[in-house]
C-alpha cells in the first residue's frame, strides 16, 4: 500500500519559515491534504489540493507538490502554530486513504 | 453551524462488539461522503472507513476489513461504525469526518470532537 512519509519533528524560532515535508512514490501524481492537530483536539483541516488554503487559514501557511515530495510552508511562525501536521492523500490503486505520520512542529 | 458529533464509545471486552454515531447538523448531510478515522493514544491518524453519499460503496482498511461495518441513515443524518471482534489494537480516538466535495480524492474539512474506545479485560 502506498506510504507517505513525514520527519517525526521540526524546530523553529518564532518570525522564521518552517517546512514540514511528506514523501511519497511519485507523490506528484496525488491529490495531498495537510491537518494540523493541537493536544486534545480535533484535526483541522489547513491546506488541500497540494496548495489551497479554506477559509480562515492565514496566508502564511502554503503548499506545494512536485516529484516525490509534498511540502507544507508555514512563514513569520507564531507559538500558537504548534502542533502536529498531517499530511493525507488517497491512493487509486488500493482506493484507500493514508495519513503520513505526522510531524511535530516545535517553536522555539 | 456545521456540526459533527460522535458518541458510543466506551470500555468493552476483547472479542466484544460496539457501535459508533456521528450525528449530522447544519448541513445537507445526504450530499457528502462521509469517513471514520481513528487515532491511537499519544500515536497518529489512521483511515478507518468511508462511505459513499447514498451509502450505496464502503471501503475499509486492511486492519478493519470484516470486522467493522461503516453505514449511514440519510434522514437520521447519521453515520455508523459498527466494531465487531474488537481487539486491543482497535483502543483508540474515532473520529467521523467529512468530505469537502463530491471527489474521492477530496480532503476532510469537518471533523467531530471524537469518542474513546477501550478494548480491555
Known amino acids: 500500500s502506498y506510504v507517505l512519509t513525514q520527519p517525526p519533528s521540526v524546530s523553529v524560532a518564532p518570525g522564521k519559515t518552517a517546512r514540514i515535508t511528506c514523501g511519497g512514490n511519485n507523490i506528484r501524481s496525488k491529490s495531498v491534504h495537510w491537518y494540523q492537530q493541537k493536544p486534545g483536539q480535533a484535526p483541522v483541516l489547513v491546506m488541500y489540493y497540494d496548495r489551497d488554503r479554506p477559509s480562515g487559514i492565514p496566508e502564511r501557511f502554503s503548499g506545494s507538490n512536485s516529484g516525490n515530495t509534498a511540502t507544507l510552508t508555514i512563514s513569520r511562525v507564531e507559538a500558537g502554530d504548534e502542533a502536529d501536521y498531517y499530511c493525507q492523500a488517497w491512493d487509486s490503486d488500493s482506493d484507500h486513504w493514508v495519513f503520513g505520520g505526522g510531524t511535530k512542529l516545535i517553536v522555539l | 453551524e456545521v456540526l459533527l458529533v460522535e458518541s458510543g464509545g466506551g470500555l468493552v471486552q476483547p472479542g466484544g462488539s460496539l457501535r459508533l454515531s456521528c450525528a449530522a447538523s447544519?448541513?445537507?448531510?445526504?450530499?457528502?461522503?462521509m469517513h471514520w478515522v481513528r487515532q491511537a493514544p499519544g500515536k497518529g491518524l489512521v483511515w478507518v472507513s468511508r462511505?459513499?453519499?447514498?451509502?450505496?460503496?464502503?471501503t475499509y482498511a486492511d486492519s478493519v476489513e470484516g470486522r467493522f461495518t461503516i453505514s449511514r441513515d440519510n434522514a437520521k443524518n447519521t453515520l455508523y461504525l459498527q466494531m465487531n471482534s474488537l481487539r486491543a489494537e482497535d483502543t483508540a480516538v474515532y473520529y467521523c469526518?467529512?468530505?469537502?466535495?463530491?471527489?474521492?480524492?477530496?480532503?476532510?474539512?469537518?471533523w467531530g470532537q471524537g469518542t474513546m474506545v477501550t478494548v480491555s479485560s
Open positions: 469526518a467529512r468530505v469537502r466535495d463530491g471527489t474521492k480524492s477530496g480532503a476532510f474539512d469537518i
Open positions: 462511505v459513499n453519499s447514498d451509502g450505496s460503496s464502503t
Open positions: 447544519g448541513f445537507t448531510f445526504s450530499s457528502y461522503w
